[in-house]
């Protein structure tokens, strides 16, 4: 079993990481199964003090300290901590700047940053995987982000980096942030092995449809972090494959699958790393006691929404199938073409086709060659009987680019506000660089359709 490192980064970072700990720390804890418990600590704590307390396998920066401090004092009445050895701060923001976290902050920083790095990875025997936590809007987040992607790249030259990438209210969280976001995923591009997108504006409306009726109109950014951090669990928590003997009805687990593994699995070409997740059910703590569901419900439900591009099981078009399930003569229905997915079942009953059949069907897949990789666990989540869990690299992943890059060239054509970047050294030509990237991006994903 090989560990991850978690690098939790700005603000958004350290929020999410402290919810995402809380979760795998949890999951771990309260399984009835050891070896699932076992391999959960493995993966994520890498030492356990004399009092009984794990150490999370995690780097907390941001340079403006009061969020590293709270998440640090919550550790008081929880069993598990972040090493202190282990957090980097400094007086005064990024102010929203890419280029301050990343050209300024990435280089007065670095040796703290590298020192900070090395900490947690000496505790850990083996790595083979880290996720690095940020956001896209801000400059600590996204700048200094990027930064420490390469950083880990340089001190964990054998682990393959995953970067679970916020991105902003299409609305706006700052005045720059489209900018911020070109430069960040035409950063990552170049030095991540997967980015996994979470959308704020689509955990808010799931969020809300989970709240009473007199709370939905104030959805917090803890509410939404939860469901963040539980669809990401459930994909990273420990799975295996299993197989089934012929003429038998057991079915038996086998191999336990690496974080590696599936970074391999789900991105077969360099030009397609945006991945997103999906889980299924999601319901509140209030009615969780009532949901009942089958593994051929939670199948059909969870790939009807990969196929219509939604992390939410309402509303779905049900007409919109692969082409070998219509009826009709007119076979030319558009999906969410997928080039891969990796989907995990957790629950008491380990199932085999009632889940694999729906997500086997090769015409969701480009050329019609299906990749889909299966993770099992007898473990329940988050005290649900079953559950299904799906990341995804899919046509649809990169739907929101071509309206970012419009409207980011539009303003840098203006020049609008980009003397805030030149005043750290961040130019036209890098400003043009990143847009080229982020175009081919869009171009490649724009051609994985089906037809």
Request: aromatic fraction near 10%.
């Amino acid at each position: 079993m090989s560990g991850t490192v978690v690098v939790q980064v700005g603000q958004c970072g350290n929020q999410l990481g402290n919810s995402l700990f809380d979760r795998l720390f949890n999951e771990a804890d309260c399984s009835r199964n050891k070896e699932f418990s076992l391999s959960s600590f493995k993966r994520f704590f890498s030492t356990k003090t004399e009092d009984g307390v794990h150490i999370a396998n995690a780097v907390l920066v941001d340079m403006e300290s009061k969020v590293i401090s709270k998440v640090i004092a919550q550790q008081r009445t929880r069993k598990w901590h972040y090493n202190p050895r282990a957090c980097v701060s400094a007086k005064q923001g990024s102010g929203n700047n890419w280029a301050n976290g990343y050209c300024n902050y990435g280089s007065t920083m670095e040796a703290e940053l590298v020192d900070a790095v090395k900490v947690i990875a000496d505790q850990i025997c083996s790595i083979s995987t880290v996720l690095v936590l940020m956001s896209s809007a801000g400059g600590t987040g996204s700048g200094l982000g990027c930064k420490i992607t390469e950083i880990v790249r340089n001190v964990i030259p054998g682990a393959l980096v995953i970067n679970q990438v916020v991105l902003p209210f299409t609305h706006g969280e700052v005045a720059v942030q489209s900018y911020n976001l070109v430069l960040t995923l035409s950063s990552l591009y170049q030095n991540s092995d997967s980015i996994i997108l979470s959308h704020n504006e689509e955990y808010q409306t799931l969020a809300r449809r989970l709240l009473p009726a007199r709370s939905r109109d104030s959805v917090s950014f803890s509410e939404i972090n939860s469901l963040m951090s539980a669809h990401l669990a459930g994909v990273l928590l420990p799975s295996s494959t299993v197989y089934k003997e012929e003429g038998k009805e057991e079915v038996i687990t086998s191999e336990l699958i690496e974080l590696d593994q599936v970074v391999e699995h789900m991105v077969p070409h360099p030009g397609y790393k945006l991945l997103t997740s999906r889980m299924m059910p999601v319901v509140s703590e209030y009615s969780r006691d009532f949901t009942n569901t089958s593994w051929d419900m939670l199948g059909k439900y969870s790939r009807q929404m990969l196929l219509q591009d939604s992390i939410l099981d309402e509303k779905l078009i049900w007409s919109i199938k692969p082409r070998s399930e219509l009826q009709t003569a007119n076979k030319n229905v558009s999906i969410n073409t997928c080039i891969s997915n990796f989907v995990v079942c957790r629950g008491s009953r380990t199932p085999v086709s009632e889940v694999e059949d729906k997500f086997s069907v090769s015409d969701i897949y480009k050329k019609g060659k299906s990749r889909c990789k299966f993770g099992y666990s007898p473990s329940t989540f988050d005290k649900l009987d079953k559950s299904v869990f799906v990341l995804s690299n899919a046509e649809k992943n990169g739907e929101f680019l071509e309206q970012l890059l419009q409207k980011s060239w539009t303003k840098f054509q203006a020049k609008a506000f980009l003397y805030q970047y030149e005043n750290y050294g961040l130019d036209a030509i890098w400003f043009n660089e990143s847009f080229n990237i982020l175009q081919k991006v869009d171009q490649d994903y724009r051609s994985i359709s089906y037809f």
